[in-house]
């Protein structure tokens, strides 16, 4: 068994039943799964969304996979444009929503975490105006997952209003440093824009991180890329991570490589277990 419990994203699986992609996720060895809710996973705004929790919460049990909620899902809820509305925006109300329907279904579920980022600012607002928006979404946020007990992970994404772990700080500090605000860490955008090496993004935000993401990526470019081929050193991450005594998920996040999913899931798993190995 891996020191380290790796999982594999949904949204890298986009092509195939939620069902089944559960399945092949599990037979390939993955001890769990990041699951992006979308119209075709786990859609949270259809009508037998309940009854779809519950068949889903047997079925990790029984393939063993633990889980982590993710909603970076592409038109659930505009179909003309993508991510849209996020916290920034004059009628972020849908977000909400989502979000307060995500911390419910991970609630149900089991989920370690339930994961959420800023969204870009926008360009006729002023960049103050956003950063209130958003704190105020997140605390709207955080009072649902308090009364769950459910812990955030907060991710901060390359050209995003919070986009790098300094970002993620202030805007935790404006919170009031809340115990159930922790940090989604993806350790491509730490290659991609961190002044620090990945490995000593993992040491700096020791104790706050509740979620990971993990991929290849080049620096100054937010594209999520397959194993070896990209810039990102894997042994001293894993290495790092261990050290510190993470035990969350450490989930493969590759959303635009559904249309080899088996294949590139089953190559990740084997590449991750070699890197920790060394």
């Not at 990971?212 to 894993?238: A, K, S, Y």
Request: with cysteine; proline share 6%; hydrophobic share 40%.
């Amino acid at each position: 068994m891996s020191g380290l419990r790796f999982g594999y994203g949904t949204n890298g699986f986009s092509n195939h039943r939620l069902d089944d992609a559960l399945a092949v996720i599990a037979d390939l060895g993955y001890e769990g799964v990041a699951l992006t809710l979308d119209h075709h996973h786990l859609d949270p705004f259809d009508a037998n969304i309940s009854r779809h929790v519950r068949t889903t919460a047997h079925r990790l049990d029984s393939l063993g996979l633990a889980v982590v909620i993710e909603t970076g899902a592409r038109y659930l809820l505009d179909k003309w444009h993508k991510h849209a509305p996020t916290l920034l925006d004059d009628e972020p109300g849908p977000r909400l929503e989502f979000l307060r329907r995500a911390v419910h279904i991970g609630t149900d579920l089991g989920a370690e975490a339930v994961s959420f980022w800023a969204g870009v600012p926008p360009r006729d607002r002023p960049r103050d105006e956003a950063w209130r928006r958003l704190v105020g979404g997140c605390a709207e946020v955080l009072g649902a997952a308090e009364g769950a007990d459910m812990p955030l992970g907060f991710e901060p994404e390359p050209g995003m209003l919070v986009e790098s772990i300094a970002d993620w700080e202030r805007l935790r500090a404006d919170l009031g440093a809340p115990v159930h605000f922790g940090l989604t860490l993806d350790i491509g955008h730490c290659r991609c824009l961190e002044p620090l090496p990945a490995d000593e993004c993992v040491r700096k935000a020791a104790g706050s991180i509740v979620n990971v993401q993990i991929d290849d990526m080049r620096r100054g470019v937010h594209e999520h890329l397959e194993f070896g081929t990209g810039e990102v050193d894997f042994p001293p991450v894993l290495r790092a991570l261990s050290e510190i005594g993470y035990g969350g998920l450490v989930a493969v996040e590759l959303p635009r490589h559904s249309h080899a999913a088996p294949q590139i899931a089953r190559r990740s798993l084997a590449f991750l277990r070699e890197m920790e190995a060394r």
